[in-house]
């Protein structure tokens, strides 16, 4: 009888742990995301913001995927952003940059803290993807996460062509600072 009751409540502790890890893990949606890049050339600085950065990151696999529209980049100058849009990025042909991976490094979104991760994945700018280890930081906050990274991207990385006139107007790498809150995706 004994080996009857051994058997039974590893049975049971094996669906309550099965249960409790799908319970735990969810997935959680970018909202609120600001993406803002800066070129720094000789001639002259280059920023734009963007407001339309997509994602969801699941906290059961630590995969994520990022999306963010290239046209939806604003810069001061309508010029600039033409620019930026049809002989740069090319933005008809390359509509979206993207970033899919895993997130490696412990976390916890339901504790509050300051949690270092890193970003491993693929980031496609470009129709080029580049495999790429991007520290980011989480933070959780009175019940509200959020997540923030700063990276460089090379331009020749992705197969962006600088006219040699305008070499000393856009700078080789730009700077990239991405901010999210996540969401509980319900």
């Known amino acids: 009888m004994k080996i009857h009751y051994s058997v ?20 959680y949606v970018l909202e609120e995301s600001k ?10 600085d280059i920023e734009a913001n963007n407001k339309d950065c997509k994602g969801v990151i699941d906290t059961k696999t630590n ?5 963010i ?5 604003v810069f001061s100058s309508s010029l600039m952003q033409e ?17 899919k991976g895993k997130i490696e ?12 991760v890193v970003a491993v994945g693929d980031l ?15 933070l959780v906050k009175n019940g509200k996460a959020s997540i923030k990274s700063t990276f460089d991207v090379k331009l020749e990385d992705h ?15 730009i700077k990239v600072d991405m901010n999210s809150d996540l969401k509980l995706y319900e």
């Open 8 to 27: 039974v409540f590893i049975a049971l502790l094996f669906v309550f742990q099965s249960s409790f890890s799908s319970v735990s893990a969810q997935r």
């Open 35 to 44: 993406v803002y890049f800066f070129s720094s050339a000789p001639m002259e």
């Open 63 to 67: 995969a994520f995927s990022f999306r």
């Open 69 to 73: 529209p290239i046209k939806s980049f």
């Open 83 to 99: 620019h930026f849009n049809e002989n740069y990025m090319e933005s008809e042909k390359y509509p979206n940059a993207t970033f």
């Open 105 to 116: 490094g412990d976390y916890d979104l339901k504790t509050d803290g300051t949690y270092n």
């Open 124 to 138: 496609e700018i470009h129709g080029k993807k580049q495999a790429r280890k991007i520290p980011s930081q989480i």
């Open 159 to 173: 197969n962006i062509e600088i006219p040699s006139l305008l070499f000393q107007k856009i700078a080789e790498s």
